[in-house]
């Protein structure tokens, strides 16, 4: 994905999965090729806090979630579900 179809206030997602989160900015990295760095916030319920961190473009995928049918956000929020369930469950088990 070329960031020339991201903008700040975007909703993103890593092509591997993980979290929604808001593109802050984009800057150019210094890789060469038009490789963008794209700086995103998202929110760790787990922590309870906003988090920051930033990914090269190219790991990116835009989520239009007003475009997105009933099903298609049931599915993303079921995933999302999902991982958190098995983060917690690591959590706690390293805890015993």
Known sequence: MGTEKLSPGDIVQLKSGGPAMTVNRIVEANMGGGVKAVFCTYYDELTRKFLHIDFYDYALMKLEESN????????????ELADKDLIIGLLRQKGE
């Open 68 to 79: 997105l049918s009933l099903q298609e956000r049931l599915v993303l929020l079921e995933k």
